[in-house]
């Protein structure tokens, strides 16, 4: 609990006038509680009224999720709901697309493009924290680029937007390499640097940073973000990005032994396995706010690989398995991102620390993926 609390009276063996008198008071307060306890002492009865005044909350984390079916969304969702509890962990995504996700607590069916909707949502189950998690990834956008640049930016300002008319008090919004682009250093990509996105993701995505920099310098928005690496997970498919092929290929590997990837051998990627891009989402939103002094995005880093480097860690596992190559569209895309991330400032402000290696990723993904 936090904010003023004031100890009104204690009434030893209550009349009628102070109850009546800690009524009065309790009423002019506008949304205040009372808390009233009773002790009982050398056989007397003795009434402890606390008033906790107007300027004061029950401080409960209550939180939405837009998009919560979807690859991250899936996780996530299960993450904070171990952490805050079912019933204060709003799930949400544009159709009931995951059973896990409908059927294990609360979720509501919303339109991300849709301010109305999320408004009532926010003020229905006094959300105070949203993480928007719904956007057309790399891939997907391309091939509808106008559709990719309404919905990536409108949902994001709408929950901007929510934050400004202080109706909810923290935002996560989900970056990612995509805001780099071919003239940016390819190795070691710093945290600021030259940023000239060619997908239409990409552009959204640097557009997004800047304006929840803008909401936060304007208007005070407490809005946290990562611009996340390719993210590797065994639990959902994924939803249509240019690093798909490093969760293909487990599920290819195991059933057929082979996999035509879509990317050449040599394109080396900045990748992470999901638990720990879960990990930093948590951290960097538990982080405190005086912590997180970059409002734009933070770099992240795992690991970074190759496709040959892959199926290299799963020929250990599945000897006769084999990888040919056939590049498509996806190629330019992935030509134009980063070959790995420097995220020291990540580590520095918010002690941020991956966890997961190649090596361990791929026997957990095999041995998951078999059950
Ligand atoms: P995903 O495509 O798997 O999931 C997105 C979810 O949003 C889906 O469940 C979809 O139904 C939902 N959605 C789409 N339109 C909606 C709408 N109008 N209203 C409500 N819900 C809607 O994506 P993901 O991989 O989980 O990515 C989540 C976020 O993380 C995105 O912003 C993405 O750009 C970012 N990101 C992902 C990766 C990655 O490797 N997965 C990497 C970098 C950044």
């Not at 990509?189 to 304006?211: D, F």
């Not at 590797?232 to 057929?256: C, F």
């Not at 420097?342 to 078999?370: C, G, P, Y």
């Amino acid at each position: 609990m936090k904010g003023k609390i004031k100890v009104f009276s204690r009434f030893v063996n209550t009349t009628k006038e102070t109850r009546a008198l800690a009524n009065r008071q309790s009423k002019s307060l506008n949304q205040n509680y009372l808390l009233r306890f009773l002790l009982r002492r050398n056989d007397k009865l003795d009434e402890i009224l606390i008033f906790v005044t107007s300027n004061s909350k029950i401080m409960t984390t209550k939180i939405l999720i837009i998009g919560a079916c979807g690859q991250i969304g899936t996780e996530l969702t299960m993450k904070l709901r171990s952490i805050y509890g079912n019933e204060n962990v709003i799930a949400s995504d544009i159709r009931k697309l995951n059973t896990d996700i409908v059927n294990n607590g609360i979720f509501e069916v919303v339109n991300a493009l849709d301010y109305n909707q999320i408004e009532h949502l926010v003020e229905h189950y006094q959300i105070t924290d949203v993480y928007l998690m719904a956007a057309l990834l790399s891939a997907t956008a391309e091939k509808n680029p106008a559709f990719a640049w309404d919905l990536n930016m409108n949902s994001l300002f709408h929950v901007l937007n929510l934050a400004k008319a202080k109706k909810i008090k923290k935002i996560f919004w989900p970056s990612s390499i995509a805001v780099f682009g071919p003239t940016t250093p390819r190795e070691n990509t710093p945290q600021y640097t030259i940023m000239e996105p060619t997908t239409v993701y990409g552009i959204s995505k640097q557009t997004g940073e800047r304006w929840c920099e803008y909401y936060h310098h304007q208007y005070g928005v407490d809005v946290r973000s990562i611009r996340y690496p390719g993210l590797i997970s065994w639990t959902t498919e994924p939803g249509g990005g240019t690093t798909d092929y490093a969760v293909d290929i487990y599920h290819k590997a195991l059933k057929d032994e082979k996999y035509e990837c879509f990317l050449s051998e040599d394109t080396k990627l900045p990748m992470m396995y999901m638990n720990d891009a879960i990990r930093a989402t948590v951290e960097i939103m538990q982080a405190k706010a005086e912590d997180i002094k970059i409002r734009s995005s933070y770099n992240l880093a795992g690991i970074s690989f190759t496709p040959a480097e892959i199926a290299k860690e799963i020929k250990k596992y599945i000897p006769n398995f084999s990888i040919s190559y056939k590049p498509d569209f996806r190629q330019k895309i992935a030509d134009s991102w980063p070959a790995s991330i420097d995220d020291s400032r990540a580590r520095t402000d918010w002690s941020w620390k991956h966890q997961f290696e190649i090596d361990v990723m791929t026997e957990v993904m095999l041995e998951n993926l078999r059950k």
